[in-house]
């Protein structure tokens, strides 16, 4: 983080602006999320008013960012962050003959989760409703599954896509032997 509070006054507005634009919340919706009057956003965001650490916190988690990274002045170097295949966190005992590789990063559990699905033959994931407006989008790498949504269902194929309602009970069951597809979790 920078020393010069200066620096860091005047770059605030300009990043909580940037951040709200990049989220697509008005000022209303901000004020509604942060707890933060509307005025006080729009005079925070025009410069005309410094924050306290309390308000910026509420802001900062109302647009979902990084409290100390909207504070830091310099840029950071670009990091890559490699788990090696046996580093990544798998889980065996849900479902029947599936295995789940947790792709996504534990921040971005209960928002956006990634996973690669191992399916064996016969094998199938049973899902309870997930929280309300949920979908998921499931792409068969490999192999075929009997998709399940609510009253809904269809045969994905290798390389097909798709995209269904997770609000519901759903399933996904290995059709023609084993399976390996990826599938993205977002919550509403």
Same mark, same amino acid.
């Given at each position: &983080? ?14 909580? =602006?940037?951040?709200?634009? *990049? ?8 004020? =509604? ?6 005025? &006080? ?7 005309? !008013? !410094? ?15 990084? @409290? ?42 209960? =928002? ?41 269902? !269809? ?6 896509? *798709? ?11 290995? =059709? ?5 597809? @990826? ?6």
């Amino acid at each position: &983080m920078t020393d010069d509070p200066d620096a860091i006054l005047n770059q605030l507005p300009r990043r909580l =602006k940037a951040a709200r634009a *990049a989220q697509g919340l008005s000022l209303d919706a901000v004020a =509604k999320l942060s707890g933060v009057s509307r005025s &006080m956003v729009s005079q925070i965001e025009r410069g005309e !008013s !410094s924050p306290t650490i309390a308000t910026l916190w509420n802001l900062t988690r109302a647009l979902q960012v990084d @409290f100390a990274g909207l504070l830091d002045g310099g840029q950071r170097p670009a990091e890559i962050e490699v788990l090696r295949a046996g580093e990544v966190p798998t889980i065996h005992n849900l479902g029947s003959g599936c295995h789940i590789r947790i792709l996504s990063p534990p921040e971005e559990a209960g =928002k956006h989760e990634v996973y690669e699905l191992l399916i064996e033959p016969g094998g199938s994931l049973e899902s309870l409703p997930h929280t309300r407006g949920a979908r998921e989008h499931l792409t068969v790498i490999e192999g075929s599954v009997e998709l399940r949504s609510g009253e809904s269902s !269809s045969t994905i194929q290798t390389g097909d896509t *798709a995209r269904y309602p997770a609000d519901v009970p759903h399933a996904i069951s290995a =059709k023609d032997g084993a399976v390996r597809a @990826f599938l993205v979790v977002q919550d509403a």
